[in-house]
């Protein structure tokens, strides 16, 4: 018969318990943990060219800038920012407002789309489309104008076949 005998490494046995010091390896309680919003993601479910409601939880991590516009840019869609007017209700309720529906017609947001956002500072928002059945739809873009202010025609990024 072969020997089965193994050295113990501590592996499963006694977690969460520290050697010596007696001091706990417990993360603070959420309560005192700073309020970091990076990333967060909204379900359309009404028409998708309207204003869009964004978490009040981001408009509160904003801590009150408010700022008037935002620029949205598509992951893996070029270097292009989408200027989008922002409006707050008074209520901490932050929209998107004006400019949004060309992002959304640029990317095919429609009804039923989960619609995931990125903080990166400075105003501005990565965002990434995920269709109906939760696959995330994949553009590039062939624009090389970064400027959309000058631009009136919505500029599709183009879906890769």
Known sequence: MASTSRTRTGRGRGRGRGRGSGSSSLPPPPSTLPL????FFIVVYEDPLVKKALPKKFADYLDG???AKVYLRAADCGPRLWTVEVLFDGQGRMYLD????????AHGVDFGCFVHFKYEGDDVLTVKVFDGTMC???????????????????????HPL
């Open 36 to 39: 970091i919003i990076e990333e």
């Open 136 to 158: 995330r739809k994949y553009y590039y873009s062939d624009d090389e104008d970064t400027d959309d202010e000058s631009d009136d025609d919505v500029k599709p990024c183009i």
């Open 65 to 67: 800038q408010e700022p």
């Open 98 to 105: 004006k400019g949004w529906e060309k992002f959304a017609i």
